[in-house]
Every structure is written in structure tokens, then in C-alpha cells.
């Protein structure tokens, strides 16, 4: 008799809960709450945040001859402050796995030569150097320019292993240093003349 009403007496105390169990649940649903909140804090700002336009500009010692596509030295040593305190530190932080390199010239108009590009650029390797191309135009001068420097960034993503593709481009002498369609006048202008890089990801 004495043994039934303790037994009855223990379950009429805790009704066949375990407390634990309850806390326990509480605490896993608050942990998923969080994980998911900052899922979307991170998803939210990846979408929203843009990689930068890096501008290689004159005033910066990114200049070449005129009607030239070669690096300087100068071009260079500029290039390489710029890949280790820009470039390289945007691809991490923005998970950039292209970089589209843009050529703009000036309005000057080229001597009137012919240009080869049309029959070697089909023969340009993936690897070396760029030699003996030569442009019959600002839109010519434009993407050698890209190219020659987008070879040069492709030798350092490789020596760092960072998996970037270059794509190189000439919007010539057709956008402003705003980005604007704003073709320039057939004159020297130093603002007009740079390389852009746009950082962009693909699947």
C-alpha cells in the first residue's frame, strides 16, 4: 500500500515530464533562429555589396607611348602596388573569379596604317607575349591594351593560385571616365586614356 501511494505520489509530481527535454528544445530552436538570421545577413550583403572598378589611370604612372601597348617598367611597379593592395584583396573579399579588362583610348585618330589584328589574333596563344600586332584604330589600341595588361595580371593570379579568368575589352574612345556614352573629340586628352578592371563573378 505504502509502495503504490509513493509511486502515485511521484507521478502526480512530475507528470511524466522531463524538464531537460523541454529547455533543450528551446535552445536548439533559438540556435536554428540565429544560424538562419545570419544565413540571410550574409546571402543579403553578398548580393547587395558590388566588387569595385579599379581605374589604371595616367596620373597613377599607368601610361603608355602613345600609339603603344607595351608596359613600361613604371607601368609595372604600378601595377604590382596596386595588385597587392587592391586587386588581389578584391577578389578575396569578393569572391571574384573573372576580372573583365577594359581598354579606352583618347579621340586622337591613329596614323593611317593597316591593322593585323583581324589575322593574329587568332593565333595569340593563351600564354607569352604580344608581339607584332599592330592597330588600325582606337578600338585596335584600346584591346591591345587590355590584353597586355590582363596577360601581366594573369602571370601573377598564377603564381598566387587564385582561379581568375581574364577577359579583355576596347570601349576605344566612346565612354567618359563616368561610364557615360560621351565619344571624345580627336584630341590628346590624358583623362580618357586608362585600362579598367570590372570584377564580376560567373558560374
Known amino acids: 500500500m505504502a509502495n503504490a501511494r509513493r509511486a502515485r505520489s511521484k507521478g502526480s509530481g512530475d507528470n511524466g515530464i522531463n524538464p531537460w ?3 533543450t528544445d528551446m535552445l536548439s530552436s533559438t ?15 553578398a548580393l547587395n555589396d558590388k566588387p569595385p572598378l579599379i581605374p589604371l589611370t595616367e596620373t597613377d604612372s599607368f601610361r603608355f607611348p602613345t600609339g603603344s601597348y607595351g608596359l613600361s617598367q613604371d607601368f609595372r611597379h604600378a601595377l604590382d602596388k596596386k595588385y597587392a593592395t ?16 577594359i581598354g579606352h583610348t583618347d579621340g586622337q585618330t591613329n596614323p ?11 593565333t595569340v596563344a593563351p600564354q607569352g607575349g604580344l608581339t607584332g600586332f599592330q592597330s588600325g584604330s582606337n578600338a585596335d589600341l ?3 591594351r587590355a590584353m597586355a595588361v590582363g596577360r601581366y595580371l594573369q602571370v601573377r593570379f598564377e603564381q598566387d593560385q587564385l582561379p581568375v579568368r581574364i577577359r579583355p575589352y576596347s ?13 571624345a573629340p580627336a584630341v590628346s586628352d590624358s583623362t580618357r586614356r586608362r585600362i579598367e578592371l570590372r570584377f564580376t563573378r560567373s558560374s
Open 21 to 23: 527535454l523541454a529547455y
Open 31 to 45: 540556435l536554428l533562429v540565429v544560424l538562419l538570421a545570419l544565413g540571410l545577413v550574409t546571402l543579403t550583403k
Open 86 to 101: 587592391e586587386i588581389k584583396p578584391a577578389i578575396k573579399d569578393f569572391d571574384v573569379n573573372v576580372i573583365e579588362v
Open 112 to 122: 593611317r596604317r593597316a591593322s593585323n589584328l583581324d589575322r593574329r589574333l587568332q
Open 142 to 144: 584600346g584591346l591591345l
Open 171 to 183: 570601349a576605344s574612345s566612346l565612354l567618359d571616365p563616368q561610364g557615360n556614352f560621351n565619344p
